[in-house]
């Protein structure tokens, strides 16, 4: 176990939604990070091999502390989009700051999953992978 982390995530179907968010979560559209989107089409282009301004931001913006306790992934997702935008650092123009988070509805009619989940002096993209 890291140090200074717990995590605890419940739902009635959570390894069908882990599956789904798993999948998408460095999925990129409109400069947005889709989390529970669908897998790829059998028609989509290949990842570069470069990487992105938003991969960038996903390993350069650390979040000095987050704690969620059976929060909705929903909920989870915008409090760290909120914090991409505070820590983002290396972003001189506000407008641009931090990272926009999209978080699909389930198409099962479910409701999110509970996140229980406490980190310390991570980056924002290895954070959204422990939550998801």
């Known amino acids: 176990m890291i ?3 717990s995590t605890e995530i419940t739902h009635r179907k959570l390894n069908h939604m882990q599956k789904i968010l798993l ?3 460095y999925l990129i559209m409109s400069g947005s990070l889709l ?3 669908p897998e790829k089409p059998e028609d989509a282009q290949e990842p570069r091999n470069e990487t992105t301004e938003l991969e960038d931001k996903l390993s350069l913006i650390k979040i000095p502390e987050v704690r969620f306790f059976k929060s909705p992934l929903d909920e989870a997702m915008k409090e ?3 914090k991409s935008k505070q ?3 290396t972003e001189p123009d506000p407008a641009k700051k931090g990272i926009p988070i999209i978080v699909m509805q389930p198409s099962d009619g479910n ?3 509970l996140v229980t ?3 310390r002096n991570m980056e ?3 954070i959204i992978q422990w939550i998801t």
């Open 3 to 5: 140090e200074g982390l």
């Open 111 to 113: 409701s999110f999953p």
């Open 80 to 82: 760290l989009m909120l």
């Open 117 to 119: 989940i406490k980190i």
């Open 35 to 37: 989390v529970g989107a």
């Open 87 to 89: 820590f983002d650092l």
């Open 23 to 25: 999948s998408a979560i």
């Open 124 to 126: 924002l993209g290895k």
